[in-house]
């Protein structure tokens, strides 16, 4: 709350009094009927994280991200004789106030799909690279209908998409690796 004490409110939980609705005139109230209620003991759980600045600069989405679903490791050598580094990147997202909500294998293809999306109030330029060059990319639906194809730029790096992306905009993007 905006105060002088910079008081914090949580709403745990929010219920209704029982009201039957006839029509748009009239509304019968019964306070004896605890239909509307969730009669039982609930338990909560909930994070504060104290920080500096507005949302963005305070890193806040991706400590969310971080405390609801931690990193996992990924072993890359099976043994010493391994070919790839011992430390890498299978997928990576720039800026960090970008997020990625969806990362799977398209439902009809042999390929990738990347949801993107934009929860800042202004445009973001941002990149995808990706852990080995690719062969094809495509902007698509949300239902992975392809829309546009992109086309891989002389001297850039087979492995990275860098677009354009407007605030509160979600986007999708279908990788042929």
Not at 16 to 29: F, K, L
Not at 47 to 61: A, K, L, M, R
């Amino acid at each position: 709350i905006d105060d002088s004490r910079r008081t914090l409110a949580l709403t745990l939980f929010r219920s209704v009094q029982n009201r039957i609705c006839t029509e748009w005139r009239s509304t019968g109230n019964f306070p004896d009927q605890k239909g509307g209620q969730l009669l039982q003991t609930l338990e909560f759980e909930y994070s504060i994280y104290p920080h500096t600045g507005n949302w963005e600069q305070g890193d806040v989405y991706m400590q969310a991200l971080i405390l609801n679903a931690p990193p996992t490791a990924f072993q890359f050598s099976r043994s010493q004789g391994g070919t790839e580094a011992s430390e890498q990147s299978l997928f990576s997202v720039s800026p960090q106030v970008l997020q990625c909500s969806a990362l799977k294998k398209a439902e009809d293809r042999d390929s990738l799909i990347v949801r993107l999306f934009n929860p800042s109030d202004k445009p973001q330029t941002g990149t995808v690279s990706f852990f080995k060059p690719f062969k094809e990319a495509y902007w698509v639906s949300l239902n992975e209908q392809r829309i546009t194809p992109l086309e891989q730029k002389m001297g850039e790096p087979q492995n990275q998409i860098d677009f354009d992306i407007k605030s509160n905009k979600i986007m999708t993007l279908e990788i042929v690796l």
